[in-house]
DNA sequence: GTAATTCCTCACCTTAAGTTGAGGTCAAGC
DNA sequence: GCTTGACCTCAACTTAAGGTGAGGAATTAC
């Protein structure tokens, strides 16, 4: 089951709904610390499930993994973080999720006035050269999340 | 340049924005449907700027390949679309683009009540079973815009 | 003390949306 | 009429976020 006091990873997958190998997957990118049992197994604290639940949570606002893991940067490392620990994080996070719908509402106001009216014609048409479009991403058109306002290199 | 009143692919690139390797890409997943010189090269309409600009736009807001595929699959093949066909189309557009605004503000009201608060933990939280989470995504958490109102099946 | 679980690592597979490069043709300018 | 630039196909590579399976060790349960 757990080893004196921390819990296995399969009981970690259990209580956040994750799966393991998600889970291994998240160590290896810097988003959990687990300890090792003397045999090699890991051994994770119950405030790891928080932070895997917080992955969770982002992951479905759209933060990639490298976003979080900036986010999850500031929480201390052995210790439980505390509830002001979370609340920072928990601000910084309410910022992204409001710019990424302020720039959904703009895309569609502007959809309103010139898909809406069939016009659909370039230059003229608002959509083509918004100031939202990122043209610099390399592999062209990906994901519309990729063009959302990035988290700009810190938390 | 171009062969009689058609487009060279490297044209419509230069018109739309996009890549040529990207267009050729469109044309494998059935977005657009040049025709050939006798040569072998292909050659597209002027229609075909606006629905590879559609696509652009489209992909911005998230939808991909397939659900723009599906939306396309209602504009006439061979004739010129009118602003009617395009007037169906976009409001068919503006109908997800809705969906997925709520769907943020939704976890965003969320989030005040919850992380906001500092509690994260678990079973009392309204984020970690929202109804908008999709648990049979198979692969485990991917995308935002994947767990959010997929085209049901058609346009 | 052994059997059944669970865990370990490592390498390879998956999807989406393309990009890149090799090796070879088409078309256009002079 | 040939050279240069644009185009062709096809295969392999890319990133993100994991999943899957092999082969083997650690724990737990009885």
Redesign the interface.
């Known amino acids: 089951m757990a080893v004196q006091k921390g819990l296995a990873i399969g009981d970690v997958a259990a209580?956040?709904?994750?799966?393991v190998s998600?889970i291994r997957f998240y160590e290896g990118r810097g988003l959990v610390h687990p300890e090792r049992s003397s045999g090699g197994q890991r051994v994770f604290l119950r405030s790891d499930?928080?932070r895997l639940?917080?992955i969770?949570?982002a992951?479905?606002?759209?933060l990639t993994i490298e976003e979080i893991a900036s986010l999850l940067s500031s929480l201390p490392e052995r210790r439980t973080p505390t509830?002001?620990d979370?609340?920072r994080?928990?601000k910084a996070?309410?910022t992204m999720?409001?710019e990424?719908?302020a720039l959904?509402?703009r895309?569609?106001d502007k959809?309103?006035g010139c898909?809406?009216c069939?016009c659909?014609?370039?230059k003229k048409?608002a959509?083509?050269n918004?100031e939202?479009?990122a043209?610099s991403l390399g592999t062209?058109?990906?994901?519309?999340?990729e063009?959302i306002s990035r988290v700009s290199g810190d938390a």
Chains 1, 2 share one sequence.
């Open positions: 209580r956040t709904g994750l799966s998600a499930i928080r639940s917080f969770l949570i992951q479905q606002i759209g509830k002001a979370w609340g994080i928990s996070f309410r999720l409001d990424r719908i959904m509402e895309t569609r959809l309103d898909i809406g069939g659909l014609s370039l048409c959509l083509y918004p939202d479009r043209r062209g058109p990906r994901f519309l999340l063009n």
